[in-house]
């Protein structure tokens, strides 16, 4: 865009929106609460995504789309596939230390599932990381971390059901920490189809 200020690229101001919504919810957030979190003027904002509602999408925008842009994030550093489904898991609901700031990130979910434009963001990142796990669990299974056979489509799915669940089970019993029921839970799910019960190394 033609005359933006720079010093502050956009990657840096959509974190920012995104820890933002997470202390006070997407209805309480302002271009003034953004702007104040990088140390800009509110008129900056405006003029680089022109509304409260640009900037929304545009934090729904910036969460990876790509299969294989998931797959690099996750893969690197995790010997174990099924390490990396972990990772993945725990890596989505980064940041929701307190059921107060998962409630915040659910409201900001609730205009994704009304909002036909933020649908679209939202429906692409949940394939895309669909698409990722059950790679990684196609992976796991030729590594023989899980049985020949498994139906890893169907396992995918029911491992993003899980996470969802999960969050949303330790949000009412507030007990222990988010990403230590994912592990969890996500272990729990895997277990029936690991042949031997491998050391998973920590995500």
């Known amino acids: 865009m033609a005359g933006r200020p720079r010093g502050v690229d956009d990657e840096v101001i959509l974190r920012a929106a995104a820890d933002v919504i997470g202390r006070v919810g997407p209805a309480k957030l302002t271009l003034s609460l953004v702007a104040r979190e990088v140390g800009l003027v509110p ?3 405006v003029q680089r995504f022109g509304s409260k509602r640009g900037l929304l999408l545009a934090v729904a925008e910036h969460s990876v789309k790509d299969p294989e842009a998931v797959l690099r994030q996750v893969r690197d550093g995790h010997v174990s596939a099924l390490a990396a489904v972990e990772a993945l898991v725990t890596r989505q609901m980064a940041g929701m230390a307190t059921p107060e700031v998962f409630a915040n990130h659910l409201a900001f979910l609730c205009i994704d599932l009304t909002d036909p434009e933020f649908h679209e963001h939202a429906l692409a990142v949940h394939r895309a990381q669909g698409q990722a796990i059950e790679s990684l669990l196609a992976e796991a299974v030729s590594a ?6 498994t139906d890893v489509a169907a396992l995918a799915a029911t491992v993003q059901a899980i996470a969802a669940g999960a969050g949303l089970t330790w949000a009412l019993e507030r007990a222990g920490a988010l990403d230590e029921r994912l592990r969890k839970e996500i272990r729990g799910v895997l277990a029936p189809h690991v042949p031997a019960t491998p050391d998973l190394e920590e995500a």
């Open 43 to 45: 008129g900056t904002l």
């Open 144 to 149: 023989g971390e899980l049985r020949a056979g």
